[in-house]
């Protein structure tokens, strides 16, 4: 499984966007960018995902780069319910789609 | 989420009893997962399914087993159970090239 590298944490301020980076060097051909949050005590929940191109929905936006060697999720306008641990996962559905979590970012809002 | 969910929501059960974890959906979709997450690992697979009796292992998957005989059920099984597997286990489903939708966990603790 292709890795990913994130920053172990960032901050942001309230009612501000947030780019949240995603390394993913050794990107296949077949792998889609997958990001995930998770709050405290809950369980991990779907963010957005994409292949190759820019994709947005109503939680937040990825960017890709053209080379696909890194990726970044923005959130337009951080609330304080914003605050979790943010994961960005490559998957190949061929392969069972297996999504194998790294550390994440833990993101914090503050007021 | 309304179309996965997860039972018991919470059990103790004994050192060396069996245990069975129950996962539900409602979304008919092919791939079923397990993973565990305890502090210091963050989420890890244990067993996936990818159709009715389709099955293979993952990361973490000594000491649990898994069954699916209908495409809705994904059961996982502790034959029995050690103290090491006291942890939060979550449900998650998908399809085809979609995100991946996680239960509200399972939290077991082993006494």
């Known amino acids: 499984d292709a890795k990913t590298t994130q920053p172990n944490s960032m901050e942001s301020n309230e009612e501000e966007p947030v780019h949240l980076p995603c390394n993913h060097s050794?990107?296949?051909?077949?792998?889609?960018i997958h990001w995930y949050r998770q709050l405290p005590s809950q369980g991990p929940e779907y963010v957005i995902h994409?292949?190759?191109s820019n994709v947005n929905n109503r939680m937040a936006s990825l960017a890709i780069a053209e080379d696909r060697k890194s990726s970044t999720l923005i959130l337009h306008r951080a609330t304080l319910r914003d605050a979790a641990v943010y994961y960005c996962?490559?998957?190949?559905?061929?392969?069972?789609?297996?999504?194998?979590f790294g550390q994440g970012t833990e993101l914090s809002v503050k007021p | 989420d309304a179309g996965i969910t997860q039972s018991p929501r919470h059990k103790v059960t004994e050192t060396g009893t069996p245990v069975t974890l129950r996962c539900h959906q409602t979304?008919?979709?092919?791939?079923m997962y397990w993973y565990r997450q305890d502090p210091g690992h963050g989420l890890r697979l244990i067993h996936y399914?990818?159709?009715?009796?389709?099955?293979d292992k993952g990361e973490v998957s000594d000491g649990y087993s898994v069954s699916r005989s209908k495409t809705e059920d994904f059961l996982l099984t502790l034959e029995s159970a050690t103290s090491s597997q006291t942890s939060v286990y979550f449900c998650?489903?998908?399809?085809?090239?979609?995100?991946?939708?996680f239960g509200s966990g399972t939290r077991l603790t082993v006494v």
């Open positions: 996962i490559l998957t190949t559905y061929n392969q069972g789609g297996k999504l194998i």
């Open positions: 979304e008919n979709h092919r791939y």
């Open positions: 994409g292949l190759t």
């Open positions: 998650a489903i998908s399809e085809t090239e979609g995100g991946y939708t």
């Open positions: 399914s990818y159709g009715v009796k389709d099955t």
């Open positions: 050794t990107i296949s051909g077949t792998d889609y």
